[in-house]
């Protein structure tokens, strides 16, 4: 019980307090700043579905004027599409809780590189449904309920986590190269 009755800044000095305030050293991100990251990611994927649908438009028209359009190469041009605007939407994800961070003047130290990771890594996660219907919806539509070639959705849907996975490692890397404290070097008497 005597615990509960201690002081939040107990033992800090006037420099530290002053220091904590002004950089919340070691908090996480309150509900405000999620909810501007929330915003700022908003924005960014409404511009990359934007992207996406330009991006299936040309591919679509390729690979009609070539009249391949029920083939594989077809599905898994499309299934890179779909993973390179998920792997660009994750990015979105990591930019828009860094940019909270430095929004709210919090340190980005250690636990918020974990924390920026964890969402990527939820988010990347939460895709992999939507990823597995996808391609059993594009290979469906694309060849109908006959004639469908044996794991051509497995193969797609491999794909598309494999892009996917690629880009939250190199979104995860850039984060921990970016932010990882320099370390001093010793003066020379």
């Known amino acids: 019980m005597a615990n509960c009755n201690r002081r939040p800044f107990h033992g800090l000095t006037n420099y530290s307090l002053i220091l904590y305030s002004m950089y919340n050293i070691g908090m996480p991100l309150d509900a405000l700043a999620k909810r501007y990251a929330e915003m700022l990611f908003q924005e960014q994927a409404e511009k990359i579905r934007e992207d ?14 070539r009249n391949m359009l029920q083939s594989g190469m077809y599905l898994s041009a499309k299934g890179k599409v779909i993973g390179d605007h998920l792997g660009m939407m994750a990015e979105a ?8 961070y430095e929004r709210s003047r919090l340190a980005f130290d250690a636990s918020a590189v974990h924390e920026v990771s964890a969402a990527v890594d939820q988010f990347c996660e939460a ?11 594009m290979v469906g539509q694309t060849f109908g309920p006959q004639g469908i070639p044996q794991n051509l959705s497995e193969t797609i849907t491999k794909q598309m986590e494999h892009v996917l996975s690629g880009a939250a490692s190199r979104i995860k890397r850039s984060l921990s190269i970016k932010h990882a404290p320099f370390p001093r070097q010793r003066r020379q008497r």
């Open 127 to 137: 895709q992999k449904a939507p990823i597995v219907a996808a391609a059993r919806h």
């Open 93 to 100: 994800r990591a930019n828009a809780l860094v940019q909270a």
């Open 52 to 65: 996406q649908n330009k991006e299936m438009q040309k591919v679509t028209a390729d690979y009609s004027r």
